[in-house]
C-alpha cells in the first residue's frame, strides 16, 4: 500500500453512510438547492479539483458533477474513455496513486464495481461512484431528495420498483434499508437484483412477477429502461420479455392516491413506461434529474469537509 495514503472516506455505495449521515445529507442537498435559488455566493472549495473518469457515457452526471464543483468554487477535470483506460495501459493500483496525489477527489463512471474498489483502495483523497454495474448510488440521493421535498420523509412508506433488477434496482434495495421503507420489486424471472443484496434487505423487501401487484398501495413508482449500457445486443430479446412490465396508468392506479413516479433518464416512452405516466402529474423526473446536482453537491461538501 503506498505511504502516502490517509484515512478518506469513500461512496461507493449508499451503505458507505449511516442512516443519520444520509439523511443529513439529503436535508443539505435541499438547503443548498434552496441557498442557489436564493443568489446566494456559497464556495467552500476553493481551489479544490474533481477528476472525473467516464469509461460509460453521461450526460446528467457529467453535468451534474462539473456544474456542482464550479458553484462551490472549485473545479472539474474531464476524463475520457480515451484519456485514461483504467487497468488497460497503466494498473489501477498505479492509476490511483498518481491521480490522487493530484486532485482532492475522483469521480468514476465504469462498468466493473471492483474498478471503483481498487480504485479506492490505493486512492488518498475520496472516490465517488458515479454508476457502476452493481449501483448508482448518487441517483439515489437524488430521489430520496426529490421523495423528500414532495412528499416528506420516506421511511414506513412504500416503494415499487418495476422492470430489469439492473444496477438502480441494487440500489434501491440498499437505500430500503438506509431510508427504512418498504419495498416491492417486479420483475421477470432471471432479471432479478442481486442476490446477496436482495437477501440482507429481506426483511423490508418482496419480490413479485405482476407490476399491479407490486404497485399496489404504494407512494411511490420506479422504472429504468430495459436494457442499459453494454446490453444493446439483447435489446430485442428483452423487449419481449418485458413487455407485461410497463409502467402504465393501469399500474399507477393501483399505486397509492399521492404516488409519485421517478426515472433515472433516459427513458424509452412505450416500452419500460407510458407517455401519460412520464409526462404526466405524478411524475417528477425533471425535479429528480436536476436534484442530482443538489445531492452530488452536499456529497462532495460532506466528503471534503464534514467527512475530512
Known amino acids: 500500500m503506498d505511504a502516502h495514503r490517509t484515512h478518506c472516506r469513500h461512496f461507493l455505495s449508499l451503505l458507505d453512510l449511516s442512516d443519520v449521515e444520509a439523511r443529513a445529507l439529503i436535508a443539505r442537498a435541499i438547503e443548498l438547492k434552496r441557498m442557489l435559488k436564493a443568489g446566494q455566493d456559497y464556495r467552500p472549495l476553493p481551489y479544490r479539483t474533481l477528476a472525473m473518469i467516464f469509461e460509460k457515457s453521461s450526460t446528467r452526471t457529467r453535468v451534474s458533477f462539473e456544474t456542482g464543483m464550479?458553484?462551490?468554487?472549485?473545479?472539474?477535470?474531464?476524463?475520457?474513455?480515451?484519456?485514461?483506460?483504467?487497468?488497460?495501459?497503466?494498473?489501477?493500483?498505479?492509476?490511483?496513486?498518481?491521480?490522487?496525489?493530484?486532485?482532492?477527489?475522483?469521480?468514476?463512471?465504469?462498468?466493473?464495481?471492483?474498478?471503483?474498489?481498487?480504485?479506492?483502495?490505493?486512492?488518498?483523497?475520496?472516490?465517488?461512484?458515479?454508476?457502476?454495474?452493481?449501483?448508482?448510488?448518487?441517483?439515489?440521493?437524488?430521489?430520496?431528495?426529490?421523495?423528500?421535498?414532495?412528499?416528506?420523509d420516506i421511511r414506513g412508506r412504500r416503494v415499487a420498483w418495476i422492470g430489469d433488477g439492473n444496477n438502480m434496482c441494487n440500489s434501491f434495495l440498499e437505500a430500503a434499508r438506509l431510508f427504512d421503507f418498504e419495498l416491492r420489486i417486479a420483475c421477470p424471472e432471471g432479471f432479478e437484483p442481486d442476490a446477496a443484496l436482495l437477501a440482507a434487505a429481506s426483511d423490508r423487501c418482496t419480490l413479485v412477477r405482476d407490476p399491479e401487484e407490486a404497485a399496489d398501495g404504494a407512494h411511490l413508482v420506479a422504472t429504468d429502461v430495459w436494457a442499459s449500457m453494454g446490453q444493446e445486443e439483447e435489446q430485442a430479446r428483452r423487449q419481449t420479455l418485458f413487455a407485461p412490465f410497463q409502467v402504465t396508468d393501469a399500474v399507477m392506479a393501483r399505486a397509492a392516491g399521492d404516488a409519485l413516479f421517478m426515472h433515472c433518464l433516459p427513458a424509452h416512452r412505450g416500452e419500460e413506461v407510458a407517455a401519460s405516466v412520464i409526462d404526466g402529474p405524478r411524475s417528477v423526473v425533471w425535479d429528480e434529474a436536476e436534484n442530482r446536482l443538489h445531492a452530488q453537491k452536499a456529497l462532495l461538501e460532506f466528503l471534503l469537509t464534514v467527512a475530512a
Not at 458515479?130 to 448518487?138: A, E, I, V
Request: charged share 20%; proline share 5%; hydrophobic share 35%.
Open 70 to 152: 464550479v458553484q462551490l468554487g472549485g473545479h472539474a477535470l474531464f476524463l475520457s474513455p480515451r484519456d485514461t483506460q483504467l487497468g488497460r495501459g497503466e494498473p489501477i493500483e498505479d492509476s490511483a496513486r498518481v491521480l490522487s496525489r493530484m486532485v482532492d477527489a475522483v469521480m468514476i463512471r465504469t462498468f466493473s464495481q471492483e474498478t471503483l474498489e481498487r480504485f479506492a483502495a490505493y486512492s488518498s483523497v475520496p472516490v465517488i461512484n458515479g454508476l457502476s454495474d452493481r449501483l448508482h448510488p448518487c441517483q439515489l440521493l437524488a430521489d430520496m431528495q426529490t421523495y423528500q421535498e414532495s412528499r416528506g
